[in-house]
C-alpha cells in the first residue's frame, strides 16, 4: 500500500509527463518543477487531490471506467481548484478558471492524471 507522500509524487509525476505531452511548445519552468522541489502546499494539494481520486473510484466500484476522459479531467479540475482555494487566500483567476476556460493541455493532462490514478487503484 502507497503512504499519501507517494501517492502524491504519482499526482505531479503525471500532471509532468501530461505537461510534456500535451503542451504546446516549452511549458513554463513551474509546470516541470521535480516532487522535491515543489512548494509544500502544491505537495498537499497534490495528495490531497490523488486521495479524493482514488476514493471516487473506490466508491464507483471501479465503474469510472466508464466515464468519458473529459468527465474525468472535469473531475481533478474540480477537486484541484478547491484545492487551490484552501492554500491561495486570493488566487489569480487563471488557478480557479472553469474547465471550459481552461487550455486544452492542462485538461488533456487532467483526464492523464485520472486515468494514471485508475491504474494505481
Known amino acids: 500500500m502507497s503512504t499519501p507522500t507517494e501517492n502524491g ?5 503525471a500532471w509532468i509527463a501530461g505537461v510534456l505531452k500535451h503542451f504546446p511548445g ?3 519552468p513551474g509546470y516541470v518543477t521535480p516532487w522535491d522541489q515543489t512548494p509544500d502546499w502544491e505537495r498537499e494539494a497534490a495528495t490531497a487531490v490523488y486521495g479524493q481520486v482514488a476514493d471516487f473510484i473506490r466508491v ?6 466508464k466515464l468519458t476522459r473529459e468527465q474525468k479531467g472535469r473531475f481533478v479540475a474540480l477537486c484541484w481548484i478547491a484545492q487551490i482555494h484552501k492554500h491561495i487566500p486570493d488566487p489569480k483567476p487563471s488557478y480557479v478558471a472553469d474547465w471550459d476556460d481552461l487550455p486544452e493541455w492542462q485538461r488533456q ?5 485520472f486515468e494514471r490514478i485508475e491504474l494505481e487503484s
Do not use: L
Open 60 to 65: 464507483s466500484d471501479g465503474n469510472t471506467g
Open 9 to 13: 509524487r504519482v499526482f505531479r509525476e
Open 26 to 28: 516549452e511549458p513554463k
Open 109 to 113: 493532462t487532467d483526464a492523464d492524471i
